[in-house]
């Protein structure tokens, strides 16, 4: 795992943060059980690597002004149009703690759906877990493939691996599979 350096910054003003966003830093802050709050800024375009390669739930070695912190990204702030990042909380990993942490789910198997003219209606994106760092998945995979027309895949049907406990609500619909409504049809135009 790679390590990226990061500056402690001082919290003046917004306009502040503004410019180290231009000048290519992401500001941010690391919290964790032992810790004070500590705002920091971090290199854009290193951050965006490390995530490109851990995910946006992965760990995150970070060296701050030469103290060394194990992290777990809590959560990311993103500009809706050009998708950069614009905030980032990091949370500190002590040895052998759980955390509680959200990952998203990738809905594997859809091929078939769309052929045969039918809808997988996903309500949500995201489940919560509870683990230790070194078992945090980059997401949960859910096989949509055997679904039949009408039926729903609730929490409790995810499977993962024991490492992990589900902690959301286990009744919870994740999707289901429907047909498309007269609402979403377009009218057909009569040429007579």
């Known amino acids: 795992m ?3 350096n990061a500056n402690i910054r001082e919290r003046k003003s917004n306009h502040d943060v503004r410019r180290e966003r231009r000048k290519g830093f992401v500001p941010g802050v690391l919290y964790g059980r032992n810790i004070k709050n500590i705002l920091f800024e971090i290199g854009s375009m290193e951050l965006t690597k490390d995530i490109a390669r851990n995910g946006e739930h992965g760990i995150i070695e970070v060296n701050l002004n030469g103290e060394k912190h194990k992290t777990v ?3 990311i702030q993103k500009d809706f149009v050009s998708h950069k990042i614009l905030h980032i909380d990091l949370q500190e990993l002590s040895q052998n703690t759980k955390i509680d942490i959200e990952v998203p789910i990738n809905f594997s198997g859809t091929e078939n759906i769309s052929k ?3 809808i997988l209606q996903k309500t949500k994106s995201k489940i919560k877990i509870r683990c230790e760092a070194e078992n945090i ?7 949509v493939s055997k679904l039949k027309l009408g039926e729903c895949i609730r929490i409790r049907d995810v499977e993962v691996s024991s490492e992990i406990s589900i902690i959301d609500d286990l009744n919870a619909v994740v999707a289901s599979l429907t047909v498309p409504t007269a ?3 377009p009218d057909e135009i009569d040429e007579e």
């Not at 998945?137 to 096989?143: A, F, I, M, R, Y």
């Open 137 to 143: 998945p980059s997401n949960v995979n859910l096989d």
């Open 183 to 185: 609402a979403n049809i």
């Open 2 to 4: 790679e390590e990226i």
């Open 73 to 75: 990204i809590k959560e």
């Open 116 to 118: 045969n003219n039918e």
